[in-house]
């Protein structure tokens, strides 16, 4: 009676295995985790009974990292006495993992090396009473994993001066960028100042170009990028910027000197982008914005104010000689100013007063 059973039981059982088999062509599932660096990939590609994945990681990167596990996608249970069993190892036979009771199992290591790694995975009813494991399937997977190509570049990085409606320097700054590029569709220029100041967006290489005449790969960009007028060193740096195929942004600081690139810096100082603007003693212009020097003649304080919001960075007392008797700068550039003359003798002076808009000069007299 008992071998009638299990006759019964084995013979149960072929006719789920020979129902199974009609779901060889279903692509197995290969989970890569949240914490993949991949930027994309072909999705499952099915031969047969092999699932070929392929992989894209960014160019400076050596491996593909996450946390991967391989799905058997075909739904199935085994008979009284068994339990599902998948063993993984690579095609050379090197044993990688297995599970019981479930329809995945996991790769252990965190990282897929490039090029193509190829597995075998096969499923099983497995007894654990002395009954003969019973083959469900075989299943091949192939993960391929290749880089993006380098980016090349050959650039140049320069600061320009900006100018107003009325061409007038404004004392603010720019950069532009000429030059030719290849493989660059994730790289950005970003420049930072050692104040901290004028936070901006990084500008996309591949969006500089305002010629349509010009190859795609080559910069003429005399409108420039970036804007800020803050008094000091400015760096332009070149970031690659990516999304992963999970949605993690991915953000790298091209090495200075690597793939062609070279890091910019300029410095810019108070005398920077200003306009020479000489309307007293000799030129008998007006400035748009006028001021105001009083008392004037004056014996020890002299208060300067600017209408129009302009801002006085710095004060020098000249002779008529244009030798500097005096010289101030100021911590917070504001419209209003003093300056102490005490010292100075009586006598006619010119006051150059540098502001964030250019450079005026006023008649002092002192008492």
């Not at 008992?2 to 039981?9: E, G, P, Q």
């Given at each position: 009676?008992?071998?009638?059973?299990?006759?019964?039981?084995?013979?149960?059982?072929?006719?789920?295995l020979l129902s199974l088999n009609s779901f060889k062509s279903e692509a197995q599932t290969l989970t890569y985790g949240n914490n993949t660096n991949a930027v994309a990939t072909s999705g499952a590609v099915i031969s047969g009974s092999t699932t070929n994945?392929?992989?894209?990681?960014?160019?400076?990167?050596?491996?593909?990292?996450?946390?991967?596990?391989i799905g058997y996608n075909t739904i199935f249970s085994c008979g009284p006495g068994y339990f599902k069993s998948i063993t993984l190892h690579k095609t050379d036979g090197t044993y990688v993992s297995n599970s019981t009771n479930s329809n995945g199992v996991s790769i252990p290591s965190s990282s897929m090396p490039l090029g193509t790694t190829s597995y075998v995975m096969k499923?099983?009813?497995?007894?654990?009473?002395?009954?003969p494991s019973q083959l469900i399937a075989t299943?091949?997977?192939?993960?391929?994993?290749?880089?993006?190509?380098?980016?090349s570049l050959s650039l140049s990085i320069s600061a320009f001066c900006k100018k107003n409606k009325d061409n007038l320097y404004n004392g603010y700054i720019g950069f532009n960028a000429t030059g030719s590029y290849t493989n660059a569709s994730k790289l950005y220029l970003s420049v930072v100042n050692t104040a901290g100041t004028c936070s901006q967006a990084d500008t996309k290489l591949t969006a500089l170009s305002n010629n349509i005449n010009l190859p795609n790969n080559t910069i003429i960009n005399p409108?420039?990028?970036?804007?800020?007028?803050?008094?000091?060193?400015?760096t332009v740096s070149m970031?690659?910027?990516?999304?992963?195929?999970?949605?993690?942004?991915?953000?790298?600081?091209?090495?200075?000197g690597a793939y062609g690139w070279t890091d910019y810096s300029w410095t810019k100082t108070f005398k920077s982008c200003l306009n020479k603007l000489d309307p007293w003693p000799n030129d008998p212009i007006k400035l748009k914005t006028s001021s105001v020097v009083y008392p004037n003649p004056a014996k020890d304080i002299v208060n300067i104010k600017l209408e129009n919001e302009e801002k006085i960075i710095a004060v020098s007392i000249l002779d008529f000689s244009n030798g500097i008797q005096k010289k101030q700068e100021f911590k917070k550039a504001t419209s209003e100013q003093t300056i102490d003359v005490t010292d100075l003798r009586k006598g006619i002076y010119v006051l150059e007063i540098v502001t964030d808009q250019g450079v005026r000069k006023e008649k002092l007299v002192k008492e």
């Open positions: 009676m008992k071998k009638t059973i299990l006759k019964t039981t084995k013979l149960l059982l072929a006719v789920g994945y392929t992989f894209t990681i960014p160019f400076y990167q050596s491996s593909m990292v996450g946390t991967f596990s499923v099983y009813c497995a007894s654990g009473g002395g009954l299943k091949y997977i192939n993960v391929t994993v290749v880089k993006e190509a380098d980016p409108s420039g990028f970036y804007d800020c007028n803050t008094n000091t060193t400015y970031v690659y910027r990516s999304a992963t195929i999970t949605g993690q942004n991915l953000v790298y600081d091209i090495p200075n």
